[in-house]
């Protein structure tokens, strides 16, 4: 899990605010997955991105929530105007050696509280 | 829509015995499973995974067994620790789609010494 870098590892954000969760793969990998883990539930796909490139966006709200994995710096999840259900977990994963027979690697998380 | 699920919420085994976590699946597509174990306040740690053209995985006190037909897998093991007490989430990927990982709702796992 070390070679996934998440921050920051806590956030606090009013209702309304913006959330911005930035995390940064293992090296050289140009795949992540973000996931949402709510309190005492599984955890859930929200989308998987390749660099400049959303190849499955399924499990994201359709709105307020968007993500990003520029050529160069890290991947972001933002949340717009945030509500108090979306205090939760936020975990991002990179692929071992890209999509494939391969375990995904999760970060350490955000804990996003919504007050 | 839980395609992929953990029925038993909790499990308490005595330190030296088997721990057997048990999952399921709905897609028939999925044909790479693995296991995570997670601790409070950390990310998942990957455990141990097996492709669907295995039936059994071993890699130390972790087994991991699939049983296609019944869309059933199971992770042992054996000797249990105290400090294998964590969440142990199973999921599931479909390597012809997006490659995403479906995860199950965890199994929290008390080893007690």
């Known amino acids: 899990n070390a070679g996934v870098m998440q921050n920051p590892r806590h956030l606090v954000r009013r209702r309304g605010q913006e959330a911005r969760l930035r995390c940064s793969p293992m090296?050289?990998?140009?795949?992540v997955y973000w996931y949402r883990q709510l309190p005492e539930e599984g955890l859930k796909f929200m989308v998987y991105?390749?660099?400049?490139?959303?190849?499955?966006e399924s499990g994201m709200p359709k709105e307020r929530f968007s993500a990003e994995f520029p050529k160069e710096g890290p991947s972001i999840l933002r949340i717009q105007q945030v509500v108090r259900g979306d205090s939760a977990a936020y975990f991002c994963?990179?692929?071992?050696?890209?999509?494939?027979?391969?375990?995904?690697?999760f970060g350490q998380g955000t804990r996003l509280t919504v007050v | 829509d839980q395609q992929v699920k953990q029925n038993s919420p909790s499990l308490s085994v005595q330190e030296g015995r088997i721990s057997i976590l048990n999952c399921d699946y709905t897609?028939?597509?999925?044909?790479?499973f693995l296991w995570y174990k997670k601790y409070p306040a950390e990310g998942p740690t990957f455990l141990i995974s097996?492709?669907?053209?295995?039936d059994k995985n071993e890699d130390g006190r972790f087994t991991v067994f699939l049983n296609k037909s019944a869309k059933h897998l199971s992770l042992h093991i054996v000797p249990s620790q105290p400090g294998d007490s964590a969440v142990y989430f199973c999921?599931?990927?479909?390597?012809?789609?997006?490659?995403?990982?479906?995860f199950g709702t965890g199994t929290r796992l008390k080893v007690l010494a």
């Open positions: 994963a990179s692929p071992r050696s890209g999509p494939g027979n391969t375990e995904a690697f």
């Open positions: 090296k050289g990998h140009s795949h």
């Open positions: 991105l390749q660099k400049e490139n959303i190849i499955d």
């Open positions: 897609n028939s597509m999925f044909d790479y």
């Open positions: 097996i492709s669907s053209i295995k």
């Open positions: 999921a599931a990927a479909a390597t012809s789609g997006t490659y995403k990982y479906i």
